[in-house]
């Protein structure tokens, strides 16, 4: 059933397209003729240094920032355009949380409800569900000023979420959260793509990216410098796999000896334990721990391991690390 609905939302009309986006603030170019195309169920995760033009790229989506070249559309509507009756479709969450710090999280939520004319019975049944899934239903009668950052950046998610938006974009939205709650918001991200939405999350915590992200953006001066399925970022050649060896005696040395192994390369080593790429023939593989191990290497542990979003980061060759 999944992979049918997944086929359907393929083929249906994109939720989200940006072509050739330009902005541009006197002479500095924040978005640098983007181009990109959510369809339901997609979720693209956003990466990149600070001044990237992560920010700048997603309030243009959302039509709070005219660009000065290409059009962003969303469900088929010209965000610039002058029709706004379709932007209630359009959640976006910024990166500091905007609040009204004397209500209480019930009230800042039944405002916002009301503000998007959502009727009082199903604002209710919303403001429940997300505080429920956000963790501040035990929260929801105390004023907002006297929560922390981590609590105010999810309500900021669950004002974003109860207008119900078809396109929901989220600029760093767990920058303040505790591990739990960085764990039931990947959790509130895979329910969202799972219901057909389109969302993008811009965010430096790339491991957790890694987690809930169909797809991969790495930008950089306003660039796209690369993008992607998130299983098709990395770049090793065709036939080869990516190796981590443990040593018992994690003071041994192998850079001498991995080095003069034939197909080895890409050598890195970090407190005993040794990464590098060589041919995935498993054979191969074996033959070269039998030759290891006549040498008196230590091994401990022997395998193959995949790229995390990280190494593809920071082989993409972007300097800065947000």
């Not at 910024?94 to 609040?99: A, R």
């Not at 049944?125 to 963790?135: A, G, K, N, S, V």
């Not at 809930?212 to 660039?223: F, L």
């Given at each position: 059933?999944?992979?049918?609905?997944?086929?359907?939302?393929?083929?249906?009309?994109?939720?989200?397209?940006?072509?050739?986006?330009?902005?541009?603030?006197?002479?500095?170019?924040?978005?640098?003729?983007?181009?990109?195309?959510?369809?339901?169920?997609?979720?693209?995760?956003?990466?990149?240094?600070?001044g990237a033009g992560k920010t700048t790229l997603l309030r243009t989506l959302a039509g709070l920032q005219p660009p000065v070249r290409g059009a962003a559309r969303v469900m088929g509507h010209d965000v610039s355009g002058e029709?706004?009756?379709?932007?209630?479709?359009?959640?976006?969450?910024?990166?500091?949380?905007?609040?009204?710090?004397?209500?209480?999280?019930?009230?800042?939520l039944s405002f916002i409800a009301m503000a998007y004319q959502v009727s009082?019975?199903?604002?209710?049944?919303?403001?429940?569900?997300?505080?429920?899934?956000?963790?501040?239903?035990d929260k929801r009668h105390e004023k907002i000023k006297h929560l922390s950052r981590g609590m105010r950046q999810r309500i900021t998610v669950a004002r974003t979420l109860v207008p119900n938006p078809t396109v929901i974009l989220l600029d760093e939205p767990s920058g303040g959260l505790d591990p739990a709650g960085r764990i039931q918001f990947r959790k509130?991200?895979?329910?969202?793509?799972?219901?057909?939405?389109?969302?993008?999350?811009?965010?430096?915590?790339?491991?957790?990216?890694?987690?809930?992200?169909?797809?991969?953006?790495?930008?950089?001066?306003?660039?796209?410098l690369r993008a992607g399925r998130v299983g098709d970022m990395h770049d090793r050649a065709a036939g080869r796999h990516r190796y981590l060896l443990t040593l018992a005696n994690t003071e041994q040395q192998l850079g001498e000896i991995l080095g003069q192994a034939a197909g080895?390369?890409?050598v890195t080593h970090v407190d005993g334990v040794w990464t590098f790429e060589f041919d995935e023939d498993v054979n191969r593989a074996a033959q070269l721990l039998k030759t290891l191990?006549?040498?008196?290497?230590?091994?401990?542990?022997?395998?193959?391991?995949?790229?995390?979003?990280?190494?593809?980061?920071?082989r993409s060759g972007v300097k800065q690390v947000d």
């Open positions: 059933m999944a992979a049918t609905e997944n086929r359907r939302n393929r083929s249906a009309e994109p939720l989200v397209v940006a072509d050739n986006l330009r902005v541009e603030f006197g002479d500095v170019v924040a978005v640098r003729d983007v181009s990109l195309t959510l369809h339901a169920g997609d979720l693209l995760g956003l990466i990149g240094p600070n029709e706004t009756e379709f932007r209630r479709h359009i959640g976006l969450a910024p990166d500091s949380p905007p609040v009204y710090e004397d209500l209480t999280i019930d009230q800042f009082p019975a199903v604002a209710g049944e919303r403001i429940d569900f997300w505080l429920e899934q956000l963790w501040l239903n509130v991200l895979a329910s969202l793509r799972n219901q057909g939405k389109a969302l993008i999350v811009s965010s430096h915590i790339l491991a957790d990216l890694e987690e809930y992200c169909t797809h991969i953006a790495i930008i950089e001066h306003g660039s796209i080895v390369s890409d191990i006549a040498q008196d290497v230590s091994v401990a542990s022997f395998g193959t391991v995949g790229d995390t979003l990280e190494d593809v980061y920071l």
